[in-house]
């Protein structure tokens, strides 16, 4: 199934290759990547996992940042409004940073972005007991790769079910 | 600490030591000369070199003691152990007496000889160091133990000839703790494990279980502070590597992590983070008291005291970026040091005191590199896409650091090891390891 995914995933970036192969210029490789990138805050849905239909169990940040972005913000509310109405769950957000950064500022920094998360859940009225933060710094990257795409899906903070 | 103490007692000083011998090692230049020197393997007589074989299974003691010896001097870079296939003279003869002018022939400027036996089921050796044209002896000592510390015993010999050549203490009869790391990237598996300096006699101290960072050595102790995520809760938890006994620091209602000990090994200083800010605070060991050092709405990570213990450099993004600042050891008196182009992290001072080493970002690549307390004379040692957490040896010669390499050229694999350098960023080499290695921290001198 994953796998299905990965190969679609690739299939779909060797196509686009082609197509603009013709041309190919660093310029148009970046404008690929891009797709799934604006800024370098990761747009894309490759990694996301869903906690229940239309609510996305993950945000993303930009390098050094905990700013949430539009975005994110969508899917904090969607995922706060999920939490009202199922309000037996409680949830862990675990904050993660990419690998260009040094392991303790790292361990800081995820939990700084899990914090953003929690705050933005917690003005949609989810209380403070119900959210456990995690960091995990730079720990436990979700894509292994050494590029920018990787780094932006690596930069996160993951809402997981406690219970 | 304890244990070693007991086991090994220095016995006897042979011949007070001379005090204006000829050779001496400049250990500020570098690596660009290493003097050559010549390690005759320690003689041993056969009833001797038969029991330690039934003990130790080593064919030849004396010559296994020696091998330590040079692979040390060698490794330090300062030093040219010749080829013994060269040395004209006997072991046990030259013990006695060298021949100097043989020695000078293949062009050795220092000779060491000695000789190994076994009395009362203990191992008992006597060297000595010689200075070839100066043709006398500088140094003998002998000292006895238990067999089974017999690579000690090499890495004792090594720093009283390294002490004795240049000046300064060696580093050799020491430690390294870290994390050795296995399987991908996404599912590290890490453990803590601990080596001798040289990587032999390496052993696992957790089973991978959960999730573990950044052990660090008590300067003053065999204790060992560290980060675990045991039960998934990152604390920050003291090991006692003797007894293998471990406990959470503090009671912190969230993530501690970046612990370091005192330079008298009675306090742990460290982040504790909470509602997306980390602040730096201290636990004394014996009362529990625990202290705010310092308070700020940004990340403060990374400290590490002055070996006098009256300054803390740490981590801090105050500024916007992470930067690197020193302050007094109440949290007052907040100086930024680091103003180069790039982030600066993992700021820890040397045990000299002159000088602090970090981890520095620019453009992609990562440098180790060192300034001096107040952040002039900053020097990178060494570039390469990715590398961090520098640790001093502690004589404050060496750091010790782990860099990641690709282990193809699409950049797909990786490899970890632990590397070192000279303060001189000379003589980089790399510390093997059986699995991937992280996070190195080097103990203090076990024997003084």
């Avoid at chain 2, 005191?353 to 002039?376: E, Q």
Wanted: hydrophobic share 35%; glycine share 6%.
């Amino acid at each position: 199934m994953r796998l299905n995914k990965i190969l679609k995933n690739t299939l779909l970036v060797l196509t686009a290759c082609l197509v603009l192969s013709a041309c190919a210029t660093k310029k148009e490789v970046a404008t690929d990547i891009q797709g799934q990138m604006q800024g370098d805050v990761y747009t894309g849905t490759d990694t996301v996992e869903y906690l229940a239909d239309g609510v996305p169990d993950r945000v993303f940040f930009a390098t050094n940042e905990s700013i949430l972005t539009t975005a994110s913000r969508e899917t904090l509310r969607a995922q706060a409004a999920w939490l009202r109405k199922n309000s037996g769950i409680n949830v862990v957000l675990e904050g993660h940073a990419d690998e260009r950064g040094t392991r303790e500022y790292n361990l800081a920094l995820g939990e700084r972005r899990a914090n953003a998360a929690k705050d933005y859940l917690m003005t949609y009225g989810i209380s403070s007991d119900r959210i456990t933060v995690l960091s995990y710094g730079k720990e436990r990257p979700v894509d292994s790769g050494s590029n920018p795409l990787a780094w932006s899906k690596n930069r996160r903070s993951v809402t997981v079910k406690a219970n | 600490m304890t244990m070693f103490k007991k086991i090994l007692s220095l016995l006897f000083v042979l011949v007070p030591l001379n005090a204006h011998a000829l050779i001496e090692v400049d250990i500020t230049r570098g690596n660009l000369n290493p003097l050559p020197l010549a390690v005759s393997p320690l003689s041993i007589d056969e009833n001797s070199r038969k029991s330690f074989e039934k003990i130790l299974n080593k064919n030849n003691i004396g010559s296994e003691i020696s091998n330590i010896v040079e692979n040390n001097l060698r490794t330090s870079g300062l030093f040219n152990p010749l080829d013994n296939k060269a040395f004209l003279q006997a072991p046990d003869i030259a013990n006695l007496k060298p021949r100097f002018e043989d020695w000078k022939l293949i062009k050795a400027q220092a000779l060491i000889t000695g000789k190994v036996n076994l009395i009362d089921e203990k191992l008992r050796v006597e060297f000595r160091l010689w200075d070839i044209l100066a043709a006398k002896e500088m140094m003998a000592l002998a000292f006895t133990t238990v067999p089974n510390n017999w690579r000690r015993v090499g890495h004792i010999i090594s720093d009283k000839v390294y002490e004795r050549l240049t000046g300064e203490k060696g580093y050799f009869d020491t430690r390294i703790i870290y994390v050795s790391e296995e399987g991908p990237k996404t599912k590290r598996i890490k453990k803590l494990a601990i080596m001798d300096q040289d990587g032999a006699n390496n052993k696992f101290l957790t089973l991978g279980n959960e999730l573990v960072l950044t052990p660090r050595f008590n300067p003053a102790s065999q204790m060992v502070t560290y980060l675990s995520y045991f039960k998934n809760m990152p604390r920050v938890y003291l090991l006692d590597i003797e007894t293998g006994t471990q406990e959470v620091v503090g009671d912190f209602p969230g993530m501690t992590f970046a612990p370091r000990f005192s330079p008298d090994g009675k306090k742990i200083i460290m982040s504790f983070a909470k509602d997306g800010k980390s602040d730096i605070y201290t636990m004394d060991l014996e009362n529990r008291i625990v202290e705010k050092i310092t308070n700020h709405p940004s990340i403060d990570t990374s400290p590490s005291y002055s070996p006098d213990g009256k300054y803390i450099t740490f981590n801090s993004d105050r500024s916007g970026y992470q930067q690197i600042y020193v302050m007094k050891n109440d949290g007052s008196d907040v100086k930024r040091i680091s103003f180069g182009n790039g982030l600066y992290g993992t700021p820890v001072w040397s045990p000299r005191g002159d000088l602090i080493a970090f981890t520095k970002l620019h453009k992609g690549k990562f440098y180790i590199g060192v300034m001096r307390t107040d952040g002039s004379g900053e020097r990178l040692l060494t570039e390469n896409y990715y590398q961090e957490a520098p640790s001093w040896s502690p004589n404050g010669r060496v750091l010790i650091f782990y860099r990641e390499t690709k282990t193809n050229a699409k950049g797909e694999g990786f490899t970890a090891k632990l590397w070192s350098i000279d303060l001189t960023g000379y003589n980089e080499r790399q510390i093997k390891t059986p699995t991937d290695a992280s996070d190195p921290s080097w103990s203090s001198l076990l024997s003084n």
